[in-house]
């Protein structure tokens, strides 16, 4: 008698989860705060640094959340990008079958004990603070870290009894991978490749900081670098304070999405 296979999981129960994760929750009302506050803060009085002049906004907080916009937009740029390839990367390893597999994660593997600061140091220096290269550098640097989790999350699924019982039925692989793995392992690679947007934020930040990132006036960690030669600790505290609770905030959501990701 032949054992019945799992249908996908109905996305509305893992939307149920993420939503009734109250942390991910105030991460997820976090983030889209900062997002609106960054939009509107060039609407705002004195909203518009000066930085011909090398001068401030008048209102340090506006000022603060205009920078918002140059890290924010940068790190979805290239987290996203990592994300695509570092899933595309394991999504593709795990189909070729395992000794396909096997050499790319070794290779994701190598990648990924780079130290990402120093390649994003490395490269942007050579490029003169391009912002596509510094992207791609970014991207290229957390694509490896993404592989790496996103095939861990589709090995593990593979060994779930559902999946046992689709290759039970007589269903060959490629069709057990199209069918039923990737359609449950979605919220699973969404949790992998949102590990990019943290890291990405990150490294321009601290690329920035040592004047190796946006160009200034374009990030937090440009905004404390210049905060810092003035001599303004009010001007310098801020960005630190909102990147923080970015990070907090990205952080939050994606365990809530590992979490929803989680197939009963």
Do not use: Y
Request: proline content about 6%; glycine content about 10%.
């Amino acid at each position: 008698m032949p054992v019945p296979a799992l249908s996908p999981e109905p996305p509305q129960s893992a939307l149920h989860r993420l939503a009734t994760n109250r942390r991910a929750s105030a991460g997820l009302v976090l983030l889209a705060a900062m997002a609106l506050a960054a939009l509107a803060a060039p609407l705002l009085p004195s909203g518009l640094p000066n930085w011909a002049a090398e001068q401030p906004a008048n209102d340090p907080v506006v000022a603060t959340l205009v920078e918002a916009r140059g890290s924010l937009s940068f790190a979805l740029l290239a987290g996203l990008l990592g994300a695509a390839v570092g899933i595309g990367w394991a999504v593709l390893a795990v189909f070729l079958g395992r000794q396909a597999e096997r050499s790319m994660m070794r290779l994701a593997e190598r990648l990924a004990g780079t130290p990402l600061v120093l390649a994003v140091l490395l490269l942007s220096g050579l490029s003169d603070r391009s912002a596509v290269v510094l992207s791609l550098a970014v991207a290229l640097s957390t694509a490896p870290v993404v592989a790496g989790m996103a095939q861990a999350e589709l090995r593990a699924l593979m060994r779930r009894e559902f999946l046992v019982a689709a290759r039970a039925n007589g269903l060959d692989e490629q069709t057990v991978f199209r069918r039923h793995l990737l359609p449950n392992a979605l919220w699973s690679l969404a949790a992998a490749g949102w590990l990019a947007l943290p890291r990405a934020l990150a490294a321009e930040c601290f690329a920035s900081l040592l004047g190796l990132g946006l160009q200034q006036g374009g990030s937090w960690g440009g905004a404390v670098a210049a905060a810092l030669e003035r001599g303004d600790a009010v001007a310098a505290l801020l960005p630190v304070v909102l990147l923080a609770a970015t990070l907090w905030a990205l952080g939050a959501v994606g365990d809530g999405l590992r979490a929803a990701g989680k197939v009963p």
